[in-house]
């Protein structure tokens, strides 16, 4: 899952090698780039009453995410976040009866249950802040977020300080990358 308006952006470049390395290790690859896409990332109250979305998109995406034996997102942070579109994404697609459940005997105290247990998850985000200490924010958000739906193998990277890097140091860490997609995701048999 790519998030970024610009195409000629390093989250391109870092998804593109992403998907290439997959490829190349048997991986099947569903891509989704967002903003090319034209997502619709508003949850309406309508929506969000029914817990179903009648929005084919929304269903598609859904099944997919039921599907898929791992998850990878590629975004900047913004404001110490996603992207609002990527952020209605989640809204709209981590729902319950996809992502998580309740299960209960009625007008008792329902018991939560993770529906995407059992999968991995790869978060690559690049802001222009310096590295700080500790754990950013953003990377406690996916944790939290994919936790409460059962992912508990979640890794996380952060590339900072976007804007004073240059040329050689982006390739530098496209091959990092590479080298972590490989590692995370063994080949395909």
Not at 31 to 52: G, I, M, Q, S
Not at 86 to 109: M, N, Q, T
Not at 110 to 138: H, N, Y
Request: with cysteine; hydrophobic share 40%; glycine share 6%.
């Amino acid at each position: 899952m790519l998030c970024h308006p610009q195409e000629r952006s390093f989250n391109h470049a870092i998804c593109e090698a992403v998907v290439r390395t997959l490829k190349a290790r048997g991986h099947t690859v569903l891509f989704h780039d967002l903003y090319h896409e034209h997502f619709d990332p508003l949850l309406t109250a309508v929506e969000l009453k029914r817990r179903f979305s009648f929005d084919e998109q929304v269903q598609r995406y859904s099944r997919e995410l039921a599907e898929a034996g791992a998850l990878i997102f590629i975004h900047p942070e913004w404001w110490s976040g996603p992207p609002a579109l990527l952020k209605g994404w989640i809204d709209r697609v981590f729902r319950p009866g996809v992502a998580y459940d309740y299960a209960g005997e009625s007008f008792l105290r329902k018991a939560k249950v993770p529906l995407l247990a059992g999968k991995r998850s790869l978060i690559l985000a690049t802001t222009d802040a310096e590295a700080a200490p500790g754990e950013p924010p953003l990377s406690r958000m996916w944790k939290e977020t994919l936790g409460f739906c059962g992912i508990e193998e979640v890794t996380f990277r952060l590339l900072t300080d976007m804007r004073s890097r240059d040329v050689t140091e982006r390739r530098g860490w496209i091959s990092q990358l590479e080298g972590l997609v490989a590692e995370l995701f063994p080949a395909a048999g």
